[in-house]
Structures are given as structure tokens and as C-alpha cells.
């Protein structure tokens, strides 16, 4: 059965950082594009960031350029999101997603975890 679990998510304050990380398992995720969405309360789900197998390809959205960092460990099955310079607008559930096809826009993974909530304080 395929799973990807989160795990780093909590309360931080307005300024602050995270890292979010999110396991593979079940079978072998290691050639699979990874990444990251997120769900605040009232809005649609929104795409984040994204890396291909190799790290050679990295995708961002507006909102995480220059704040996220999205990196893998494919020994490790797992995919990292650092996140930094932390407003409340980003509260919200992360989700991680993993799909075995090239990132096309929008992208539309197939596999996703269950989230995790981060809650920014003001």
C-alpha cells in the first residue's frame, strides 16, 4: 500500500521556520516527482513547490520564492520543506504529493499524505 506520511508541522510565530518532511513508503518512490501543496481554511488547495528525482528540477510557486526550499533524500524516501521567514497567511494544511510522471502545470499528482497543519501566529 503506497503512503506518504508528514511530519513537522505546528505553531510558530510570525518570523520563524519550519521543516516539513514527508516519507515515501510502500514502494519505491525515488524516481517519483515530489512535492508540496498547502489548504488554508475558505481556499482551494494551491501548489507550492515540486522536485524532480534527481534534484535537477525544481519548481516554486510565487508564494514560496525566496522563503521554501524544497530538497529530497532518496536514500531516505523523503522529501523536506524548509520553510522560512514564516507569515500567518501561511497557515494552512501541507500536503505532500508524489506523482511518477514530469511536472506539468498545473501539476496533478497522484499520490498525496494525509497533511499536516502549520499555524503561524501574528
Known amino acids: 500500500q503506497v503512503q506518504l506520511v508528514e511530519s513537522g508541522g505546528g505553531l510558530v510565530q510570525a518570523g520563524g521556520s519550519l521543516r516539513l518532511s514527508c516519507r515515501a513508503s510502500?514502494?519505491?518512490?525515488?524516481?517519483?516527482?515530489k512535492g508540496w501543496f498547502r489548504q488554508a481554511p475558505g481556499k482551494e488547495r494551491e501548489f507550492v513547490a515540486a522536485?524532480?528525482?534527481?534534484?535537477?528540477?525544481?519548481y516554486y510557486a510565487d508564494l514560496a520564492k525566496g522563503r521554501f526550499t524544497i530538497s529530497r533524500d532518496n536514500t531516505k524516501n523523503t522529501v523536506y520543506l524548509q520553510m522560512n521567514s514564516l507569515k500567518p497567511e501561511d497557515t494552512a494544511v501541507y500536503y505532500c504529493a508524489a506523482d511518477p510522471r514530469a511536472v506539468v502545470t498545473p501539476w496533478a499528482p497522484d499520490y498525496w499524505g494525509q497533511g499536516t497543519q502549520v499555524t503561524v501566529s501574528s
Open positions: 510502500g514502494r519505491t518512490f525515488s524516481s517519483y516527482v
Open positions: 522536485i524532480s528525482w534527481s534534484s535537477a528540477n525544481i
